[in-house]
């Protein structure tokens, strides 16, 4: 008899458990606003992508090391910038901080409130030989409705979108109510240190603190996001730090027909397997988390019967996360093993080893816990452990302040039909040189991403759909009216 009543308590506390996760899953809507479409911009494509054409026929590549950095491939940029937006750079009156950053500011008569700060990058990354690339890669053509060129996409469409949209207002004689703020870097692409982290301190110095920065980032995915239909407007509400870290091992050398039982080159390349069979802890925290919450009303019941149960089913939403590297990305610290090297002869014991092993820090971790990771995984005391440059993950900015709805707000009227969710920014912008200006820091690209979009960035074949860039425009522009 008391077998069966706990086993018919069982099942009621079974069907129980069933139902609170089925209404949990039912329950979950969503709150988005609905919003006004933008007003309309009566914009010339063609000029617009004539001058975009001609910015990315500048070969402006940065380097770390400044004997060989092209300064004059900058200021020719630099120079037809002024010419291609005179109302802008008579108005704005732009400054240049270092080399080649330059800061413009749009005062307002009377300011309504802080400042909106936005940004970009001049620089661009060089372009590998044998890369299949239809049009040249500095030849900045228009064909068959796109912008090709190295810049397309990271990040210079940006720095002339916002410009496009500035000379815009201007000509219609807008006024912003609250000053706004533009900076363009160029040297994103090797750091940031002589650009954005200059203008950012200048700023910080003169006291500037904006209710909303924004930079390049995330984009409107469409069809990337696994089980969404709907376009995703991704947000980058924080980005993560990095850690290099070299291993390395010595040993007595000699002949290679008399070995110990582990060489240098074993015991690093031992260290690495050992690096790479066990990562960082995962987990579902901060901007992953809210970015799968703000998604779960918009997927189908069974997968929403999971998401909306985190409670229940992390564990197993973690092990099929951790699975995929593009969303393994999203929820630990990245492990990648990037150079190794030892030895100078096939008969030769190595003197020496070492190897190369490059952590992107989520922001639940930080570059002491990974240091403190990789010697209790190696667990070897002949095996040294140096960090060789490390980054902190940025501050993670508010999804409840007015810089985001503010940011939210421009989204939806410009691209209707797409889901705003936060998320976190795997790789590094010159944002994070700015959190020090504000807490309202965001990453995000105003433009319509498609899978075949994403190795295109860094990589061969760079366009931008000349549609695509019109929507930069006119983000831009009703962002600024929004202020």
């Given at each position: 008899m008391r077998v069966r009543t706990l086993g018919s308590a069982l099942a009621l506390g079974v069907l129980a458990l069933g139902g609170v996760v089925v209404v949990r899953a039912a329950v979950r809507t969503t709150s988005e606003e609905r919003v006004a479409p933008a007003a309309p911009l009566e914009l010339d494509p063609f000029a617009l992508s004539r001058r975009l054409g001609r910015a990315l026929t500048h070969r402006t590549v940065s380097t770390l090391d400044p004997a060989s950095f092209p300064h004059e491939r900058f200021d020719a940029l630099l120079a037809e910038l002024a010419e291609s937006f005179p109302r802008t750079h008579e108005l704005l009156a732009p400054e240049r901080v270092g080399r080649h950053a330059v800061l413009y500011r749009w005062e307002a008569d009377a300011p309504a409130g802080a400042p909106l700060l936005l940004l970009a990058h001049l620089d661009v990354v060089p372009v590998e030989k044998g890369g299949d690339w239809p049009y040249a890669p500095f030849g900045g053509e228009l064909a068959e409705g796109f912008v090709w060129g190295r810049g397309a996409l990271d990040d210079k469409a940006s720095a002339l979108a916002i410009l496009e949209a500035v000379e815009h207002l201007t000509a219609e004689g807008f006024r912003p109510r609250r000053d706004v703020w533009i900076a363009l870097g160029f040297d994103e692409e090797?750091?940031?240190?002589?650009?954005?982290?200059?203008?950012?301190?200048?700023?910080?110095?003169?006291?500037?603190?904006?209710?909303?920065?924004?930079?390049?980032?995330?984009?409107?995915?469409?069809?990337?996001?696994?089980?969404?239909?709907?376009?995703?407007?991704?947000?980058?509400?924080?980005?993560?730090?990095?850690?290099?870290?070299?291993?390395?091992?010595?040993?007595?050398?000699?002949?290679?027909?008399?070995?110990?039982?582990?060489?240098?080159?074993?015991?690093?390349?031992?260290?690495?397997?050992?690096?790479?069979?066990?990562?960082?802890?995962?987990?579902?925290?901060?901007?992953?988390?809210?970015?799968?919450?703000?998604?779960?009303?918009?997927?189908?019941?069974?997968?929403?019967?999971?998401?909306?149960?985190?409670?229940?089913?992390?564990?197993?939403?973690?092990?099929?996360?951790?699975?995929?590297?593009?969303?393994?990305?999203?929820?630990?610290?990245?492990?990648?093993?990037?150079?190794?090297?030892?030895?100078?002869?096939?008969?030769?014991?190595?003197?020496?080893?070492?190897?190369?092993?490059?952590?992107?820090?989520?922001?639940?971790?930080?570059?002491?816990?990974?240091?403190?990771?990789?010697?209790?995984?190696?667990?070897?005391?002949?095996?040294?452990?140096?960090?060789?440059?490390?980054?902190?993950?940025?501050?993670?900015?508010?999804?409840?302040?007015?810089?985001?709805?503010?940011?939210?707000?421009?989204?939806?009227?410009?691209?209707?039909?797409?889901?705003?969710?936060?998320?976190?920014?795997?790789?590094?912008?010159?944002?994070?040189?700015?959190?020090?200006?504000?807490?309202?820091?965001?990453?995000?690209?105003?433009?319509?991403?498609?899978p075949d979009d994403l190795p295109r960035i860094h990589g061969a074949a760079e366009r931008l759909a000349l549609a695509a860039y019109l929507d930069m425009v006119r983000f831009y522009a009703q962002l600024i009216r929004n202020a």
């Open positions: 090797v750091g940031g240190k002589r650009g954005a982290a200059a203008v950012a301190r200048l700023l910080e110095e003169r006291g500037v603190r904006p209710a909303l920065v924004l930079d390049e980032g995330l984009a409107v995915l469409e069809d990337i996001v696994d089980g969404v239909e709907r376009p995703v407007a991704a947000v980058g509400v924080g980005e993560k730090g990095s850690a290099t870290v070299r291993l390395s091992a010595e040993g007595p050398g000699g002949h290679s027909s008399l070995p110990p039982p582990h060489t240098a080159v074993g015991r690093v390349a031992r260290a690495v397997t050992r690096l790479e069979a066990r990562g960082l802890p995962a987990a579902l925290d901060g901007p992953s988390r809210a970015l799968f919450e703000a998604l779960v009303p918009h997927m189908p019941f069974g997968r929403r019967l999971v998401l909306a149960n985190l409670w229940l089913f992390e564990p197993l939403v973690l092990d099929q996360l951790v699975a995929a590297p593009s969303t393994a990305a999203l929820v630990r610290t990245t492990t990648a093993a990037t150079l190794i090297s030892g030895g100078v002869k096939a008969n030769v014991l190595p003197a020496r080893a070492e190897s190369t092993v490059n952590f992107r820090v989520h922001p639940h971790d930080g570059v002491n816990a990974v240091l403190a990771h990789v010697r209790e995984v190696i667990d070897d005391p002949t095996v040294s452990v140096e960090l060789v440059a490390g980054a902190e993950p940025s501050p993670v900015s508010p999804t409840d302040g007015e810089g985001f709805a503010w940011l939210e707000r421009t989204i939806r009227q410009v691209f209707p039909d797409a889901i705003v969710a936060p998320s976190l920014v795997t790789g590094a912008t010159d944002a994070r040189h700015y959190t020090g200006c504000s807490e309202a820091v965001y990453r995000f690209l105003p433009l319509r991403l498609r």
